[in-house]
């Protein structure tokens, strides 16, 4: 896991099951989703799915740049949801160069 403060609340959500991975995981969620982080390098498809999810909660969507897989520990992981409100606060007041805030555009 890399040093960052952002992979250390992930880490912090994992730990306290307050994270949801993967998109089967967010799709199942009625509610209670705060944060959407989805990787940079994903696939169309799921850089679609973290559109539909960040629409769906009306929640913040932070997309990484690289390493993502290794800041969850899950290979092949593209999306999570966080799903505690005090760390998804953290997470964005956190001001990290590998993720970036979603504002809308077609750069995603």
């Known amino acids: 896991m890399a040093n960052g403060k952002i992979e250390a609340y992930l880490g912090f959500c994992i730990k306290a099951g307050k994270i949801s991975l993967g998109s089967g995981a967010i799709s199942t969620l009625r509610g209670g989703v705060y944060l959407i982080i989805a990787d940079g390098?994903?696939?169309?498809?799921?850089?679609?799915?973290?559109?539909?999810?960040?629409?769906?909660?009306?929640?913040?969507?932070?997309?990484?740049?690289?390493?993502?897989?290794?800041?969850?520990?899950?290979?092949?992981?593209?999306?999570?949801?966080?799903?505690?409100?005090?760390?998804?606060?953290a997470i964005l007041q956190t001001n990290d160069g590998n993720y970036e805030l979603y504002c809308g555009g077609s750069n995603f």
């Open 41 to 89: 390098t994903a696939a169309k498809n799921s850089k679609r799915l973290a559109l539909k999810f960040k629409n769906r909660f009306n929640c913040p969507l932070l997309i990484c740049g690289q390493g993502f897989e290794n800041a969850v520990n899950r290979a092949g992981c593209k999306i999570a949801a966080v799903r505690d409100e005090n760390l998804a606060k």
